[in-house]
């Protein structure tokens, strides 16, 4: 089992940032592949980023990618989103999940793939 908790969200303007952090206790996270969705009002919730077991490989989704960071350590058993130029479109829900084992960067874009979610941040970006 994986229990996941996120924190780090709130109101920043456009042009900011924020770093999203998911603290994870069980003992298969050091296993597990950790990906960050989010949900904006009325919308599916979507592939944000995603980082495997190790650290070594991420993935990102093209609407955030140069802008977000996502990383991980293993000794405080936490995930992290930096996340910066913040778009007012940024505005969600955002939820860390995780999944054991090694998965292709495509099935880490599924959330479908993910055994594991926290219960979200709110992220709100004003223009």
């Known amino acids: 089992q994986v229990q996941l908790v996120e924190s780090g969200g709130g109101l920043v303007q456009a042009g900011g940032s924020l770093r999203l952090s998911c603290a994870a206790s069980?003992?298969?996270?050091?296993?597990?592949?950790i990906g960050w969705f989010r949900q904006a009002p009325g919308k599916e919730r979507e592939f944000v980023a995603a980082i495997n077991w190790s650290g070594a490989d991420t993935y990102y989704a093209d609407s955030i990618k140069g802008r977000f960071t996502i990383s991980r350590d293993h000794v405080k058993n936490t995930v992290y989103l930096q996340m910066n130029s913040l778009k007012p479109e940024d505005t969600a829900i955002y939820y860390c999940?995780?999944?054991?084992?090694?998965?292709?960067?495509?099935?880490?874009?599924?959330?479908?793939?993910?055994?594991?979610w926290g219960q979200g941040t709110q992220v709100t970006v004003s223009s």
């Open positions: 069980g003992r298969l996270f050091s296993s597990c592949a």
């Open positions: 999940t995780a999944v054991p084992g090694i998965l292709s960067a495509y099935a880490l874009s599924r959330r479908s793939e993910y055994d594991y």
